[in-house]
């Protein structure tokens, strides 16, 4: 007998006939003979209004308290699914992250799957129930709930999957992976297919239609993935491993963020344990940098730039604070309007010329960039907010996205 976990996200279960939708589905997956495993999301926006009713009392909630907030959204709608089936006379029992063997460790509101005993949900499945089991959610060494960052249910879905050892479909509000964001970039192309390591890219770096950690354990553990809309009309993309030579383009997609900020920390004594103790400071709290520059030496300092996710921001400025301890003469800067551009492509590995096309598209439109990272498939740029949606209809005409 087959296994397969599919997941559905917060739009797909956005209302009570959507989730009755959902479990005609699901049901029949099941009447085709699958053991069928279910992992949801919040009800649509609910994850948001938990957010900013904490936010209404305190602007600094503590991340434990958050964790146990924000996890009650998927209870609500793992217990609707659950009911829905069993009115459709089959038999459902629906899990909390706990429940179904969900271990974390790490931060309140970051925490990693460390491990899942899955004993519970394969004896479920074994007496025919279909197990529907809440996503984004975890519980750590101490006993208290933890989330797994935003979108985190994808990471649920996919790590269940690893264990079970079977596919891994994600139902969303799109019909599949597109080149660009079809919200950013209405005629976006969508892909058939697209690797692993491009979806991973496409994802850290902004294509927010998969968590990025999702992708990781797919990969790691060779886990099949399938996007596709939630009412099944039309053929999604597969994620998987596939042949490089069969691709000719160079670039597969375009991915855009605004969830960074762009940190300055001006006059610091130049010499590299100075630089390193910044670094040190942001590694220890678990703070995820992704581009760094640094001027030249004048008159003994630098100034070190990098990017952090604004949900990070109080985090890097409670560092910044106690970096002045040491350093009494540095001045911190914050830019918030930055958007990160990012072209992917495992196609880069053979094509050259890239980096000469999109310096091209920057400088006839009077794009001014602030920073550029390259990897072997990847170029981001960071520019201003306010020129991002003339970059990426330019970028995505060029590259015919
Ligand atoms: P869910 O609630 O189902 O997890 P998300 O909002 O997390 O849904 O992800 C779906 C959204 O991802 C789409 O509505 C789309 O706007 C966005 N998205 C970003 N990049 C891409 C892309 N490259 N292809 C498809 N969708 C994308
Ligand atoms: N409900 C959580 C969120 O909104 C997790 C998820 O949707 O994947 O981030
Ligand atoms: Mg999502």
Known sequence: MKTVVQKYGGTSVGGI????????????????????????????????????????????????????????????????????????????????????GIETQGYHTKAKIQNIDVEKVKNYLNDGKIVVVAGFQGMNENGDITTLGRGGSDTTAVALAAKLECVCEIYTDVDGIYAVDPRLFPTAKKLDVISYEEMLEMASLGAGVMETRAVEIGQKFGVPMYVA???????????????????????????????????????????????????????????????????????????????????????????????????????????????KLSVVGIGMRSQSGVAAKMFKIFADHNIGFKQVTTSEIRISYTIATKDAQRAIEEVAKEFDL
């Open 17 to 100: 006939e959507k989730i009755q939708a959902v479990a005609k589905r699901v049901a029949e997956r099941k009447n085709k003979g699958d053991q069928v495993v279910v992992v949801l999301s919040a009800m649509g926006k609910t994850t948001d209004k938990l957010i900013s009713m904490a936010k209404e009392i305190s602007a600094t909630p503590t991340r434990r308290e958050l964790d146990m907030l924000m996890s009650t959204g998927e209870q609500v709608s793992i217990s609707l699914l659950s009911i829905a089936l069993n009115e459709m006379g089959y038999e459902s029992i629906a899990l909390t992250g706990f429940q179904a």
């Open 229 to 339: 809309l939630s009412s099944g009309k039309w053929p999604g993309t597969y994620i998987k491993e596939f042949d490089v030579t069969m691709e000719s383009k160079a670039i597969t997609g375009l991915s855009v963020s605004d969830k960074d900020l762009m940190v300055t920390v001006n006059h610091v004594p130049y010499n590299s344990q100075n630089i390193s103790m910044i670094f040190q400071e942001l590694a220890k709290k678990d703070v995820n940098i992704d581009m760094i520059s640094q001027t030249a030496p004048s008159h003994g300092m630098v100034n070190v730039s990098f990017t952090a996710t604004k949900t990070d921001e109080d985090i890097v400025l409670e560092i910044m604070e106690t970096l002045k301890e040491n350093f009494k003469d540095i001045e911190i800067d914050i830019e918030r309007d930055i958007t």
